[in-house]
């Protein structure tokens, strides 16, 4: 993953090295390959243009400095840009004041949702909660078995829809697990919900009416970051038709480009909390804007 980036940014940082000061046509040069590098990664046009035009705003009015040469500034300067657009700080998970936190899984199918709420419930199991995964994901065969089989090895329960539980009505199915959540005393709910391949207005519709049901405390918008461009626009069709207040990122682990992690932020507004990058249970982890800008930079 963003190893296109990394060697573009490297060699427009090593033109500079040799520079006792940068000039306007300098500056505009390296903007300009740094643009390329962008678009190179697949990130948003609008996004390309905002981090240019910070860049070289930036490069421009930065001070001739003791401590770091014209190469190093445009690095520190890169480095700034890359964590704002990746969200700045780290947004953690917001628990309800009175459990249970109920989390909604949204996004197309083969984004990795339930393979996510396996991973969500080991990573919450380790900092002590009591997750439940609910299977509303009743269009794809096998969607409830696949989620049984994550919550047996992330050592959670599962709750599913069977006769009490409502059978084949998702909306139901999420209602009644929050009531049994409380029950049994799970302090987090994790909802996994049907995923659609393309922008399908009835399923849309469903997670609306399951998101307008429980009420969730938060809504993750789950997109596969080798889509490339694609995941600005699904984005986009998910903001409008459900709404969400974060992203996961999955398969950060494939031969991307990077450029859903660079732009769905921008896009969206709304922050990257977790990212997962294999299909074990364990690749999986908060995501931390500082963090990925210093692996793209490294
Ligand atoms: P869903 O349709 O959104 O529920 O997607 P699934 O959870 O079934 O995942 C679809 C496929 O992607 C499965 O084969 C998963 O093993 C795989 N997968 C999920 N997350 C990752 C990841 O981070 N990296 C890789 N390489 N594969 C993943």
């Not at 419930?121 to 994901?137: S, Y």
């Not at 959670?156 to 199915?173: K, R, T």
């Not at 990212?275 to 908060?286: C, I, P």
Request: hydrophobic residues 45%; aromatic residues 4%; charged residues 25%.
């Amino acid at each position: 993953m963003f190893e296109t980036l990394s060697d573009r940014l490297t060699s427009v940082f090593s033109s500079l090295r040799a520079k006792g000061r940068l000039s306007d046509a300098d500056i505009d040069a390296t903007a300009r390959e740094i643009r390329i590098a962008l678009l190179e990664a697949d990130v948003a046009l609008p996004v390309v243009k905002d981090f240019v035009a910070h860049v070289k705003e930036r490069a421009r009015g930065a001070e001739v400095s003791q401590a770091l040469n014209p190469a190093q500034q445009v690095v520190k300067i890169v480095n700034d840009e890359l964590i704002a657009i990746l969200g700045g700080e780290t947004r953690r998970l917001r628990y309800a004041k009175n459990p249970p936190t109920v989390l909604m899984l949204a996004g197309l199918q083969g984004a990795g949702k339930t393979t996510l709420a396996g991973k969500l419930a080991r990573w919450l199991r380790e900092q002590g909660h009591v997750p439940l995964l609910v299977a509303c994901d009743l269009q794809r065969p096998n969607a409830v078995q696949q989620l049984s089989v994550m919550a047996e090895r992330a050592g959670a329960a599962v709750f599913a829809p069977e006769p009490g539980n409502g059978v084949g009505d998702p909306v139901e199915v999420a209602r009644r697990s929050i009531e049994h959540a409380t029950r049994q005393q799970h302090d987090v709910v994790i909802i996994d919900t049907a995923g659609r391949l393309g922008i399908d207005q009835e399923l849309m519709r469903q997670a609306a009416d399951i998101r307008d049901a429980v009420r969730p405390d938060e809504v993750l918008f789950v997109v596969d970051a080798m889509i490339g461009q694609d995941a600005v626009t699904t984005a986009q069709a998910f903001m409008d038709g459900v709404g969400f207040d974060g992203v996961v990122l999955t398969k950060l682990d494939g031969d991307a480009r990077g450029g859903a992690a660079l732009s769905v932020r921008h896009i969206t507004g709304r922050p990257i909390m977790f990212a997962s990058t294999g299909e074990k249970l364990e690749d999986f982890d908060a995501f931390h804007p500082d963090r990925m800008a210093g692996r793209i930079l490294d």
